[in-house]
C-alpha cells in the first residue's frame, strides 16, 4: 500500500486554527461576494498604488507545540529573583482560584468592555465590587472602574485638580518621595499643558503657589506621614490634596479620606496581580463624591431595567472623549478591567480580615529584619514605615547589592550610600534569612512578636469592605460558584461573535495565552537588572523588529500602554522632534469629523490645536478641505491624524495625497493603527507616507480585551522621530515617560509574540484577506435588507462595513439601539452602534469567525429586517413588538404574557440556539434613570432581594 501526499497540515496553526472558515467555505464565500478568488478581492478592494511590494517573511512558522517549546527556552533565559525593589511593584500570591477561573477563563479575558450593560452584568457587578474596595480604603465616597497604572492615573489626578480647583495658580507640588516613574509621567503630561512641576518636601510646601499638590503614603524610601496639615493648607486657599496610596497599607494606615484628601490614586496590583515586568495592573482613583462628573475613566452605576428590576451600566461619561472630542478633559477610554476583576476578587477571598492579616504579617516580617539590621549597627530610615526601609551602608552598597544578588535577592540602589528593601506577601523567613547573609548578619528569623513601627495617630480606625460580598463564605466551593454565576450573566466571545467594529474582537488562542502565567514571565520586577530579563529582552526585541517589518516603520517603542497613550505618546514624539528643530510653535492638527473621539482628545493632551477636516460624501477626508486647513494652518501645521483603512470601513484612494499635503507644508502624518487588522501584509502604514502609528496589540495581534482592558498601543516611527520616543527614569534617564514600566503591560507582549511566531507572515497576510472576505461577505448576503453606508471605488468595503439603519427610524419608528438589543434575543452582541455616523451599525466579523458563526448572524439580522417591515406593513404594533421590548429574559418567558406576539417570536428567534441559549439577566436597562440616580459603590444586600422579587 502507498500513501499520496496531501497538502494538510494538522498543525498549521494560521489555516487550521486561528482563521475561521476552512478553504471550502471560503470557495462558498467568494462566490456569494462574486469573485474566482481572495486575491481578485484584495485587488478590487486596495488601491494597487499602496500595496507592500515585498511578502511578509519571518521564516517557517511554528505550531502550538513548537511554539510552546520555544517560549519555554526564551523564559529560562530570565531569572526569577526575590524582588525588594518595591517601589510600587510588588510580590503577590495569586489565589489558584482566581487564576484557573479569572485570568485563564475566556469567559472573562474575551468579554469586551460593558457598554451593551444588559449583556455584561457579571462583570458589571465585579467591577462594582472593586469600586466599593477602593473606595472603603481610601475614605472617599466614589472610585472608577481602574486606569491604566499608577503613575498616568497621578498624572489625570493632576489635570482633575487643574480643572477644579479654585486657586488661580498654575503650579504643582508634587512630593519628592513619590516613585521616580510617577513623577516622570506627571512631568510629561504637564509641560504640554504649561503646568509648572515643582518637587519638594511636604513639609516645606507653601500651598499659596499651587492649585494642587500630590504625595506618596508610603513614600518611595518607606516614610509614612500624615498629611492632614498639607491638605488643610492647599483648601484654605482653593487648591486640592492628592494622596497616591498603596491599598494594602491602607488596611492599617489611616486612609486618605481621614486626611481630607479630595483625590486618591494608586495601584491595585498587589492584591493578586503578578509584577509581569511591569503589567497589565488595576491602577485606581477615588475622590470626592462632589467631584465625580470630572473624573476619568470608566465608571459602573447601579440602574434599573425596563421591569423596575436593579441593573448595573456605565455611568456618566463613559466615552467622554467620543462625545467632546478636542475638548474632552482625558483620552481614557479604557481601562484594565481584566486586572480590576482580579483585584476585586482577591478582596472578596480574603475579606477585610484577611486584607489586614497579610498587611500586618508584611509589617511585623520588615520591623524583624530592620531591627536585626539596627542590632548590627545599621542605620536604618525611616523610624515610622509600613513594608519599606532604607539602610546606610556607605561603601559597602555595591558589596551588599551583588552579595544579596548571590543570594537570589534583589535590592534597590539610593544614592551612592543606601539601599532600600520593600517586603510584601511572599516574603518567607528563609528569604529574611539570606537577606541577613547579604548584610553579613547570621541568624534565624525567630517568629518574635515585634512593636508596630506605626505610630498611633497614623493607624486605621475605621471599618472598610462592610458589604455581605466581602463576607462570603470563602469556601472555595462557593467562590467557583460565584464567579461562574457571574461569568454566566455575561455574553463573551467563548460564546458567540462579538461582531464590533473598529474592535476586532479575533480568537485570542490558548495556546497563546499559557505563557503568560509562567513564573518566568509573570513574577519579574519592572527594573530588574538588565542580565535577569534576557528572555524579555529577547522577546521585545525580536517582536520590536517584527512589528516594524509589518508596519515599515525603523522604530518601535512598547512603553504605551493601550491605544490611546499610543496616540498620546506618538504626538509627543512628533512635538518633540519640531522643537528639536526650532519649530515648536507648529501646534495644529489637522483630524478628520471621523476620527476616533480619542484622536482629538489625545491631541489637545499634547498641547496641539484641533482643527477638523470634513468628510466628502461617500466618507472619504474631503481632499480640498484638508489642503484649505493645511494651507491656513502654514508654518503652524505640526501633524495630521488619520485612521487607515479610514473609520467608514474603506481603502481611500487619496491616502498618499493626504500624506503628501500634510508633509509639503511641514507636518508629520500619524496614522492610527486601530484598522491595522486589514493592513498586515497588504499594507505598510510607514510606506504611504506614515511617520508615526500605533499599533492596538490587543486588536490585530490577538491580546483579549479583558472586559475593557488589558491592551496594549506600542508605537511605530521612522528613523527621525526614534531619539524622541519615550524615555524613562529607570532605563535611559530621557525625558517623555508615558507608563510606570519601561515596556508598559510587557507580560502580555508574550501573546502577539506567540501569534505573530505560529501565524508566520503568509499567515499574518491571510488573516488580513480573510477579515476582508467576511466583510465583504456579510456586506452581500445582507444587500438588500440594509444599505451600506460606505463602499471603496471598486464597490468592496475593507474589513468592517457600516450598515445604514437610520431610515427605519422613520418607517418604523426602530432605533439602532432597538436593533442591538434585538441581537441579544439572537445570541450575538452588537456591533458598534451610532459610530462613526449617528444610527448606523459598524460590523467587523474578523478573519477568525467560520462561515457557520457568519450565516447565523446573517440569518437574525435579515430576521430583524423582517420584523421591522412587519411594523412598517402594519403587521406588528409599533409600540409593543419584539424589538422594542428586547432583550427577553428567562422572566418574561415564565411569567405572564401579555404581548402580540408569541413567546417563540419573542425568546427564540432566528440565529438563536434552542439547547444552549444565552439568557440576558436583566431586561433593557433604564440609563437615564442611572446617570440621575447615581449609585456607584454596592448597594445593601435588600436591594438584590427587591430586585428577585
Not at 494 to 499: E, K, T
Not at 696 to 721: D, E, S
Request: net charge negative; glycine share 8%.
Amino acid at each position: 500500500m502507498t500513501f499520496t501526499p496531501t497538502d494538510y497540515k494538522p498543525y498549521d496553526f494560521a489555516n487550521r486554527r486561528h482563521i475561521g472558515p476552512s478553504p471550502s467555505e471560503m470557495e462558498e464565500m467568494l462566490k456569494v461576494v462574486g469573485v474566482e478568488s481572495l486575491d481578485q478581492l484584495i485587488d478590487e478592494t486596495i488601491p494597487a498604488a499602496i500595496r507592500q511590494k515585498e511578502p511578509l517573511d519571518f521564516g517557517k512558522p511554528k505550531s502550538e507545540r513548537e511554539l510552546l517549546w520555544h517560549m519555554r527556552q526564551v523564559a529560562k533565559k530570565n531569572q526569577v529573583f526575590t524582588s525588594m525593589i518595591g517601589q510600587g511593584f510588588y510580590g503577590t500570591v495569586t489565589p489558584s482560584v482566581i487564576q484557573r477561573n479569572i485570568l485563564e477563563n475566556p469567559a472573562w479575558y474575551t468579554a469586551y468592555t460593558p457598554y451593551q450593560p444588559e449583556i455584561s452584568q457579571g462583570r458589571l457587578e465585579a467591577l462594582l465590587n472593586y469600586q466599593t474596595m477602593v473606595a472603603d480604603l481610601t475614605g472617599l465616597e466614589i472610585a472608577n472602574a481602574s486606569l491604566l497604572d499608577e503613575a498616568s492615573a497621578a498624572a489625570e489626578a493632576m489635570t482633575m485638580a487643574r480643572r477644579l480647583s479654585k486657586s488661580k495658580a498654575n503650579a504643582f507640588f508634587v512630593d519628592e518621595n513619590c516613585h521616580p516613574q510617577n513623577i516622570a509621567v506627571i512631568e510629561t503630561h504637564a509641560e504640554p499643558l504649561g503646568i509648572e512641576i515643582e518637587v519638594g518636601d511636604p513639609e516645606a510646601m507653601d500651598a499659596s503657589r499651587y492649585f494642587g499638590a500630590i504625595f506618596q503614603y508610603p513614600g518611595t524610601y518607606g516614610h509614612i506621614r500624615d498629611f492632614t496639615a498639607q491638605i488643610a493648607a492647599l483648601h484654605e486657599v482653593g487648591a486640592l490634596g492628592i494622596v497616591i496610596a498603596d491599598p494594602l497599607a491602607l488596611t492599617i494606615l489611616k486612609e486618605p479620606g481621614a486626611m481630607g484628601a479630595d483625590i486618591a490614586v494608586g495601584s491595585t496590583q498587589r492584591f493578586g496581580v503578578p509584577m509581569g515586568y511591569g503589567g497589565p495592573h488595576a491602577a485606581y482613583m477615588a475622590c470626592r463624591d462632589s467631584m465625580k462628573r470630572a473624573m476619568p475613566g470608566r465608571l459602573v452605576g447601579v440602574s434599573v431595567d425596563s421591569h423596575g428590576h436593579r441593573a448595573l451600566r456605565l455611568a456618566l461619561q463613559a466615552r467622554e472623549q467620543h462625545i467632546r472630542r478636542e475638548k474632552a478633559t482625558s483620552n481614557v477610554c479604557t481601562a484594565q478591567a481584566l486586572l480590576a476583576v482580579m483585584a476585586s476578587f482577591y478582596a472578596v477571598f480574603h475579606g477585610p480580615e484577611g486584607l489586614k492579616a497579610i498587611a500586618q504579617r508584611i509589617h511585623r516580617k520588615t520591623v524583624r529584619v530592620a531591627r536585626a539590621l539596627e542590632q548590627a549597627g545599621f542605620t536604618v530610615e525611616p523610624e515610622a514605615f509600613f513594608d519599606t526601609i532604607t539602610v546606610e551602608v556607605g561603601p559597602l552598597q555595591g558589596v551588599i547589592f551583588d552579595e544579596a544578588a548571590r543570594q537570589r535577592i534583589n535590592l534597590r540602589k539610593v544614592g551612592r550610600t543606601k539601599l532600600g528593601i520593600s517586603l510584601d506577601e511572599t516574603t518567607r523567613p528563609a528569604t529574611i534569612e539570606r537577606l541577613w547573609s547579604a548584610f553579613g548578619i547570621h541568624r534565624r528569623d525567630d517568629d518574635f512578636t515585634p512593636e508596630y513601627r506605626i505610630p498611633d495617630a497614623l493607624q486605621r480606625t475605621s471599618e472598610y469592605l462592610t458589604h455581605p460580598v466581602f463576607h462570603m463564605n470563602r469556601a472555595e466551593t462557593e467562590m467557583m460558584r460565584y464567579m461562574r454565576r457571574l461569568a454566566d450573566r455575561d455574553l463573551a466571545l467563548d460564546r458567540a461573535m462579538i461582531p464590533l467594529g473598529s474592535c476586532t474582537m479575533k480568537l485570542n488562542a490558548a495556546t497563546e495565552m499559557m505563557p503568560l502565567s509562567w513564573p518566568e514571565f509573570s513574577q519579574i520586577h519592572p527594573f530588574a537588572p538588565a542580565d535577569q530579563v534576557a528572555g524579555y529582552t529577547e522577546l521585545i526585541e525580536d517582536l520590536a523588529e517584527k512589528l516594524c517589518q509589518i508596519t515599515g516603520y525603523d522604530a518601535m517603542s512598547m512603553q504605551p500602554n493601550s491605544g490611546a497613550t499610543g496616540e498620546y505618546a506618538g504626538l509627543l514624539t512628533i512635538r518633540a522632534w519640531h522643537r528639536s528643530r526650532g519649530e515648536g510653535h507648529r501646534n495644529i492638527c489637522l483630524i478628520p469629523v471621523s476620527a476616533h473621539g480619542t484622536n482629538p482628545a489625545s491631541a489637545q493632551m499634547a498641547g496641539m490645536k484641533v482643527v477638523a477636516v470634513k468628510s466628502a460624501p461617500n466618507g472619504d477626508i474631503d481632499v480640498e478641505d484638508f489642503r484649505r486647513k493645511a494651507e491656513e494652518a502654514g508654518d503652524n501645521l505640526a501633524a495630521c491624524m488619520i485612521t487607515y483603512p479610514s473609520t467608514h470601513g474603506v481603502f481611500e484612494e487619496t491616502v498618499r495625497e493626504i500624506c503628501d499635503i500634510t508633509h509639503e507644508f511641514g507636518g508629520q502624518v500619524y496614522i492610527d493603527g486601530a484598522n491595522l487588522n486589514a493592513m498586515v501584509g497588504l499594507v505598510k502604514p510607514g510606506e504611504i507616507g506614515g511617520d508615526v502609528s500605533h499599533l492596538n496589540l490587543h486588536k490585530t495581534f490577538a491580546i483579549p480585551h479583558g472586559g475593557g482592558g488589558p491592551g496594549m498601543g506600542p508605537i511605530g516611527v521612522k528613523a527621525h522621530l526614534a531619539p524622541f520616543l519615550p524615555g524613562h527614569p529607570m532605563t535611559d534617564g530621557r525625558p517623555g515617560a508615558v507608563a510606570a514600566a519601561p515596556f508598559g503591560s510587557a507580560s502580555i507582549l508574550t501573546i502577539s509574540w506567540a501569534y505573530i511566531l505560529m501565524m508566520g507572515g503568509a499567515g499574518l497576510t491571510q488573516a488580513s484577506k480573510v477579515a476582508i472576505l467576511s466583510a465583504n461577505y456579510i456586506a452581500k448576503r445582507l444587500e438588500g435588507a440594509y444599505d451600506v453606508l460606505f463602499k471603496g471605488k471598486g464597490g468592496r468595503v475593507a474589513h468592517e462595513c457600516i450598515l445604514d439603519t437610520r431610515p427605519f427610524a422613520d418607517s418604523a419608528h426602530v432605533t439602532v439601539e432597538d436593533i442591538a438589543k434585538r441581537l441579544i434575543d439572537n445570541g450575538f452582541h452588537a456591533p458598534t452602534m451610532s459610530w462613526p455616523v449617528q444610527g448606523t451599525l459598524m460590523i467587523e466579523p474578523t478573519e477568525s469567525e467560520t462561515k457557520g458563526e457568519l450565516d447565523r448572524f446573517c440569518t437574525a439580522m435579515l430576521a430583524i429586517r423582517e420584523e421591522i417591515r412587519a411594523i412598517e406593513e402594519g403587521r406588528m404594533d409599533a409600540e409593543n413588538n419584539p424589538l422594542k421590548n428586547a432583550p427577553h429574559t428567562v422572566e418574561d418567558l415564565v411569567g405572564e404574557w401579555n404581548r402580540p406576539y408569541t413567546r417563540e417570536q419573542g425568546c427564540f428567534p432566528p440565529g438563536a440556539f434552542r439547547i444552549d441559549k444565552y439568557w440576558p439577566p436583566v431586561n433593557r436597562v433604564d440609563n437615564v434613570y442611572g446617570d440621575r440616580h447615581l449609585v456607584c459603590t454596592c448597594p445593601p444586600m435588600e436591594a438584590y432581594s427587591e430586585a428577585a422579587e
